[in-house]
């Protein structure tokens, strides 16, 4: 018997996540590569999807993900690599009598738009109808990613192009604060032949150390580029996470650190009763982050609530922190990946020239029950002199 296949490594050099949109059983034959981490530009389509464009603008610079985990799996025989674009951290192309399929890895940044979003912008890309939400769950097939669940789509019509019969294989992966796409697409047969051994591959992916922290953010937009869901607004511009001097501040009982995703100063991890669990984030922008109601409403829209209005900023409670005064944001909504009560309570603060935000979501009962620990956390801060 032949020695395991070997892992394969890629470094996360597609664009942070500002923005979109991995069979063979004869793996004694699986191979490594190196891939390319400058990533090649594209130009995007004329019309960009509703949820997630699938480009990056093409006059922008290859971004830098790597301050997300590097991405581990096993390659299948017969997979061939594929220039990246700016999006991807993994393309392939599966060949056989003529007939091909696009093989993808892409990481987006919070709801990435939510799963229905997504899912129905798959169905149009086949000319198939979208679903209501109440059919969601009867479509997703559960499958394996790194040792967790995860959604499997399978989705199956016709090229809008071609006329010829097409089908797309997708999973939506959630890890911490992003949202991991696996996709496979292309010729229906050869996308159904291949089905088992993608499920095999999603078995394999690790996620590894980040190589370096994130130095990427969302001004690379230019100003006409639309609000991307799930992201910091464009002209927000962000630090490094080992750029920024951090204050100091008193944890709470409960709290444990958690995995820092891209730009993330802090993560705080509180579980409560079962399952249910709720996370800390926080981050610091340059600015004003983008403005206080463009971040309001992008928070409002992860957990499905509707947005507000300029003059609706001003019934939002505020709270004095280190002489400056800080806007105290509370949500309560729907979790897009469980359909479960959710809740968010955030803290902006505008000081020195930067602005802070610290965000308590998860659970709705969690996130009740931390609300004063979040408001204690945020006044034990202290910054660095000059902010």
């Known amino acids: 018997m032949k020695p395991a296949a070997p892992f394969h490594t890629l470094p996360l050099a597609a664009a942070f996540l500002l923005l979109m949109a991995v069979a063979g059983c004869d793996r004694d034959n699986v191979k490594v590569y190196k891939v390319d ?16 464009p699938a ?17 581990q799996f096993t390659l299948p025989a017969g997979w061939k690599e594929k220039a990246l674009t700016q999006l991807r951290v993994a393309s392939f192309e ?23 979003a997504n899912v129905n912008r798959w169905r149009g890309q086949v ?55 696996f996709k496979m697409t292309g010729a229906a047969d050869l996308v159904e032949k ?12 690790h996620f590894g150390e980040p190589s370096v922290s994130p130095a990427m953010d969302a001004s690379q937009l230019p100003p006409s580029h639309p609000a991307i869901p799930g992201m910091n607004m464009p002209g927000a511009a962000s630090l490094s996470a080992d750029a920024v001097a951090k204050p100091t501040w008193t944890m ?28 800390v984030n926080v981050s610091q922008l340059a600015g004003d982050g983008g403005g206080l109601l463009a971040n309001v409403n992008r928070w409002r829209k992860q957990l499905g609530v509707a947005q507000i209005t300029e003059a609706d900023l001003a019934k939002l409670a505020t709270m004095d922190v280190s002489g400056a005064k800080a806007t105290l944001v509370e949500i309560s909504g729907t979790d897009p990946r469980s359909g479960q009560p959710a809740g968010l309570v955030g803290v902006v603060l505008p000081l020195g020239g930067q602005t802070w935000f610290y965000k308590l979501t998860g659970d709705a009962g969690v996130v009740a029950a931390q609300k004063a620990a979040l408001i204690q956390f945020v006044a034990s801060a202290k910054y660095p002199l000059g902010q």
């Open 55 to 71: 480009t990056m603008p093409g006059d922008l610079p290859a971004p830098d993900n790597s301050g997300l985990p590097r991405l």
């Open 127 to 181: 000319g198939l109808s979208p679903l209501p939400e109440t059919d969601l769950q009867k479509l997703a097939e559960k499958v394996e990613v790194a040792g967790q669940a995860a959604d499997l789509y399978d989705v199956a019509g016709v090229s809008p192009g071609s006329g010829e019969a097409e089908r797309i294989l997708a999973v939506i992966f959630h890890r911490n604060d992003t949202a991991w796409f």
């Open 252 to 279: 709470p009982d409960g709290w444990q650190e958690g995995e820092l995703a891209q730009f993330l100063i802090a993560r705080y991890v509180i579980k409560g009763s079962g399952a249910a669990t709720a996370t």
């Open 37 to 52: 981490s400058n990533d090649t530009a594209v130009t995007p389509p004329a019309a960009a999807p509703a949820a997630i």
């Open 194 to 205: 291949n089905k088992p051994a993608f499920v095999s591959l999603l078995k394999t992916v």
């Open 94 to 116: 599966i060949s056989e009598n003529g007939k091909t399929a696009d093989v993808s890895a892409i990481p987006l940044s919070g709801m990435a738009g939510g799963n229905l």
